[in-house]
């Protein structure tokens, strides 16, 4: 977990990570649930905020890389099923601390309906088929 701590506090490194981690190549927003909307951003916005406000470190047990404002945002740690035979990475992530530093760093805001909201870039990207 050191040298993944170390490896991921290059930004271009930690970019690249996060999207393996969260998107396939040809998706172009992050959108979170929350009290019956969907909050759409553009997905670039959202790599930046982060690189930018997000520190790497690791826990105090060296267990685990943690992705942290002043709070711990997302965690990275390794788990094994249960005969050892099959590594993978886990990432849980508070939605909560997430939305709220995004909604504070990306706007304008513009609700499209009552339960689908666009912000930044997001509001002249994102297009409705008929």
């Not at 690249?16 to 998706?27: G, P």
């Not at 390794?78 to 849980?92: A, E, L, Q, V």
Request: charged share 35%; glycine share 2%.
């Amino acid at each position: 977990m050191i040298r993944l701590k170390d490896f991921l506090i290059d930004d271009e490194n930690r970019s690249k990570f996060l999207e393996r981690a969260f998107f396939d190549r040809k998706v172009q927003f992050f959108v979170i649930y929350d009290d019956d909307i969907f909050h759409i951003f553009d997905k670039d916005e959202v790599w930046n905020v982060l690189i930018k406000n997000l520190k790497v470190e690791n826990s105090s047990s060296n267990q685990k890389v943690v992705f942290k404002t002043d709070v711990i945002c997302a965690e990275i740690e390794m788990r094994t099923t249960d005969d050892g035979k099959y590594p993978t990475i886990f990432m849980p992530m508070s939605k909560r601390i997430l939305f709220d530093l995004l909604t504070q760093n990306i706007k304008p805001k513009k609700e499209l309906t009552n339960f689908l909201w666009l912000y930044g870039n997001a509001i002249k990207k994102y297009k409705i088929k008929e």
